[in-house]
């Protein structure tokens, strides 16, 4: 049976209910698939599989591989499969101004205003 990636019309979890899934031993399998909007996570627990939902009641979606793996390490889930196919990679979403320049603040590439001298 093929999988698809969640979509908000099926029940999602809430991070706090993955925890709790996480916490009791239940989940069984968790999958990120890279989406044209970024990546979205799916947990298999049981007969059941449910997306991340996030706080609007949508699904999550991160817009990288790393960002949805820190989360999940977060939640108490230490393995997961990855679904890259269709897309490619770094085609998930661009960074906007406001996030762009605290990542370019941390990796050093925005160089700091010199002291003019007087």
């Known amino acids: ?33 890279r989406t044209p909007d970024g990546f979205v996570v799916s947990v298999r627990f049981g007969s059941v599989e449910r997306g991340l939902g996030n706080a609007r009641g949508g699904v999550k979606t991160f817009a990288s591989l790393d960002t949805a793996a820190a989360q999940l390490e977060r939640l108490g889930i230490e393995e997961f499969a990855v679904k890259a196919v269709g897309d490619k990679p770094g085609s998930a979403k661009a960074p906007t101004p406001k996030t762009a320049e605290p990542v370019k603040k941390v990796a050093g590439v925005v160089k700091k205003p010199t002291k003019k001298a007087r």
């Open 1 to 33: 049976m093929a999988r698809s990636t969640p979509t908000a019309a099926a029940p999602l979890l809430s991070e706090a209910m993955l925890a709790d899934l996480v916490a009791s031993g239940v989940v069984e399998a968790v999958t990120t698939t």
